[in-house]
Each structure stands twice: as C-alpha cells, then as structure tokens.
C-alpha cells in the first residue's frame, strides 16, 4: 500500500465516516442506527476489505457502541 493510498483511507474514515456520525448516537436498532453501519461497510467494500478500513472502522462503531450504550444507561437510571 502506498503512502497517499493510506492517506486516503485515513482521511476518508476520519472527514467523512466519522465526522459525520460523531456527534449523532443513534438509536439501537434505528434507521439511523442501520444507516451508520452500511456507511462503514460501504467504506470498506471501497477498499476492498483492507484490514486497515476494517480496523478504524470497527473501533469507531465500538466508540459509537459504547457511547449508545453509556446513553441507555444514563436513561434508566433516569427512570428510576
């Protein structure tokens, strides 16, 4: 792999993939939710699966994951 070919997926994981959903926890099982997926896999379809993509991508969702569920919990303790 070639040095701007690691730029470009960096960048594009970064600026677009996680720029985008950063700020947005979606719901478990939302539209959003599935939507927030299929973005990341279609990000590493466009780079035919390189453990690089699969690896940022998947620690993002983890990021997300853990936030949605920080936010789930933070609601039930709100309930009670």
């Known amino acids: 792999m070639t040095n701007d070919e ?16 950063r700020n947005k926890v979606p719901e ?7 939507q ?3 973005d990341g896999g279609e990000l590493m379809k ?7 993509v699969i ?10 994951t853990d936030r949605m569920e920080a936010m789930e919990k933070d609601a039930r303790k709100k309930e009670k």
């Not at 470009?8 to 600026?15: A, P, W, Y």
């Not at 478990?28 to 599935?34: D, F, I, P, Q």
């Not at 466009?46 to 690089?52: D, M």
Request: glycine residues 4%; hydrophobic residues 35%; neutral net charge.
């Open 28 to 34: 478990r099982g939302s539209y959003e939710w599935e």
């Open 36 to 38: 927030f997926i299929q």
């Open 46 to 52: 466009k780079y035919s699966y390189c453990s690089l």
């Open 55 to 64: 690896k940022n991508v998947n620690e993002l969702i983890g990021e997300t």
């Open 6 to 21: 690691i730029k470009n997926i960096l960048n594009e994981v970064h600026n677009v993939f996680w720029v985008k959903w």
